[in-house]
């Protein structure tokens, strides 16, 4: 199974939803990896949606394409990278007509960045849906260097910028879409604790 | 009076001390002897001549070494300045204000003079004397913010108010106690607020947001907040942390008192005309252990605030490791004898140590 509950958390930390079918012409899917699952399980409850779907799918090493071409969305798209994605995604939110209804679903960086994208568009956060599936790695800003690092798995772990072991926090800036890393060994140089899976 | 203004400096060699007048107008910031948080707003309408609380923005002996400070740290790190593109109007709001207030309060030391929209600006201590058209940003050599809160001493958040709601949308922030503007811009009330414990819980967000959202023009509105920072260091970034964290692990039983400092932040709230934003300057004010002891009052109170502050609060404050230490130290300064309600140091009626 792809869901995972997350534990209760701070304020700041984006809470996700479940996919609901919402009336309207047009609908943008933006999935990486298990996502595929939620936008199946969508379309197995609403299948009338893929009429007007367009979906925007990155696998990331995962197989589900087949099964989102087998529902026959108006359009479909396999990018190989969120980031060789995103200049197409921006075309569909640029110039998406009224009442377009956004579905964002699979890992988190994807969830958040696609939704920074969706808002600067000015589609209205009413009109974005989330869900969470499949790894729940983090997308994490280094406070020191600023840099990114996608997919942590671990806390802490080693910016692939600037290399300071970071810990992971979870306050999080919607307009980066992601979490903070600082520098876990500042006070106690080379005192770094062996890296434990997030969550476990 | 005339200010002295100390050349020193808050890194490196660490030369920043304060005068005896500095001390005695010290922001302390227990009026108990113990603390927790609280919605702790009262109006900012001035206080006692000479305390720090007289002025709408303080200027003291600190106010030409803090600039230079801030400068560097910018010259470091732009980006602890930052202005969505729609706080630019609440740029020139805050200007103004601030032009007007110091002019008013301190004419030995700043001039505003206006005539229409062509506006001179003196300021004395830092040797500026420009000329510019108000509300035209191409007349300045930074945005509206950034030019006059290179020359306020004290971070600025500047909050844009929709929806019910403050957003972290403007910042000149380089004297923080370890957050980052450019982490928390954009963000609303309760999402900058999200790391601090237990005061979520406690309801104290949500009632403090509902007091700021009504403040009005022309009534604006003051609260401290504290915490505790080893050498007199006013950039606790953590943009920096890699670099001024081991600083903590430096004191010593010897070298405490004078390395130890009280961080007292003094926070107002302004509300700003054309724009309708809030604007929420942190001013920062520190002072070593050693010269906190001279008013026995504040000796007592500050070894019983630390010894009971919950762990979670030390903790979030970043001195949980060096607690002990602290009440080593503090501890020679209490002698049990109560103390006088309210933050003053009471020096003629307080007694002194009994130790
Ligand atoms: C709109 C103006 C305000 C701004 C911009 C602001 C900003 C901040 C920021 C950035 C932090 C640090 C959070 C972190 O750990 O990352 C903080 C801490 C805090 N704020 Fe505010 N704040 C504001 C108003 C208030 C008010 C009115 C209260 C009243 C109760 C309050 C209570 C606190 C408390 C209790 C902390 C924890 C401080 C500590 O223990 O050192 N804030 N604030």
């Known amino acids: 199974m792809s869901k995972f509950q997350f534990p209760e958390s701070i304020k700041s930390r984006p809470v996700y939803g479940t996919l609901e079918p919402r009336p309207g012409k047009a609908h943008l899917f933006v999935a990486d990896a298990e996502g595929a699952e939620a936008i199946l399980d969508l379309a197995a409850a609403s299948p009338d949606l893929m009429a007007g779907a367009h979906i925007i799918y990155i696998p990331k090493g995962t197989d589900f394409t087949e099964k989102l071409r087998d529902l026959n969305p108006a359009q479909f798209y396999e990018g190989p990278t969120y980031a060789a994605s995103v200049q197409r995604l921006r075309h569909v939110l640029e110039n998406a007509h009224q009442g377009l209804q956004v579905y964002l679903t699979g890992t988190e960086g994807l969830m958040g960045q696609a939704q920074n994208e969706a808002m600067q568009a000015g589609i209205p956060h009413t009109a974005i849906q989330t869900e969470h599936r499949g790894s729940v790695a983090r997308r994490m800003q280094c406070v020191h260097c600023k840099g990114i690092t996608e997919d942590v798995i671990t806390d802490p772990f080693v910016c692939a910028h600037c290399g300071l072991n970071l810990f992971v926090r979870d306050h999080y800036s919607r307009r980066l879409a992601a979490y903070q890393g600082v520098c876990i060994d500042a006070e106690d140089p080379g005192n770094v604790p062996e890296p434990v899976e997030l969550y476990k | ?355």
């Open chain 2, 1 to 355: 009076m005339t200010i002295q203004f100390n050349d020193e400096t808050f890194r490196d060699d660490y030369s920043f001390y304060n005068s005896d007048w500095a001390i005695k107008r010290f922001p302390f910031p227990f009026h108990e002897d113990s603390y927790m948080y609280a919605v702790n707003m009262e109006q900012h309408r001035g206080g006692p001549e000479g305390s720090v609380y007289e002025k709408r923005f303080d200027v003291d002996e600190h106010y030409v070494s803090e600039m230079r400070d801030r400068a560097m740290v910018l010259a470091d790190d732009p980006l602890r300045c930052q202005s969505l593109p729609h706080m630019t109007l609440a740029g020139w709001d805050l200007l103004e204000l601030i032009m007007v207030s110091k002019s008013e309060d301190y004419p030995d030391l700043f001039e505003l003079h206006r005539d229409g929209n062509q506006w001179r600006w003196v300021n004395k201590p830092l040797g500026i004397d420009d000329t510019f058209t108000f509300l035209d940003e191409t007349t300045l050599p930074y945005g509206p913010m950034e030019y006059i809160t290179r020359q306020t001493q004290g971070d600025f958040c500047v909050l844009d108010q929709r929806d019910d709601m403050l957003w972290m949308d403007a910042g000149m922030v380089t004297t923080q106690a370890d957050w980052s503007l450019d982490f928390d811009i954009g963000m609303n009330f309760f999402e900058w607020h999200a790391p601090v414990p237990l005061a979520h819980e406690k309801g104290i967000f949500k009632r403090a947001l509902k007091f700021l959202l009504n403040i009005q023009q022309g009534a604006p509105a003051r609260r401290l907040n504290w915490t505790m920072t080893v050498n007199p260091l006013l950039d606790t970034s953590p943009e920096n942390y890699h670099i001024w964290g081991i600083q903590k692990t430096t004191l010593t039983p010897e070298n405490i008192g004078s390395k130890q400092h009280l961080r007292v932040e003094l926070q107002t709230f302004f509300r700003l005309p054309r724009s309708n934003a809030l604007v929420f300057p942190i001013r920062c004010y520190l002072c070593s252990f050693q010269d906190l002891m001279t008013m026995p009052k504040w000796g007592r109170r500050l070894h019983r605030v630390v010894r009971d502050l919950p762990v979670e609060l030390a903790t979030y404050k970043g001195f949980i490791d060096n607690r002990p230490m602290m009440l080593d130290y503090l501890s020679q300064f209490d002698d049990g004898l109560p103390t006088s309600p309210g933050v003053w140091p009471d020096q003629e009626t307080e007694p002194p140590l009994q130790k």
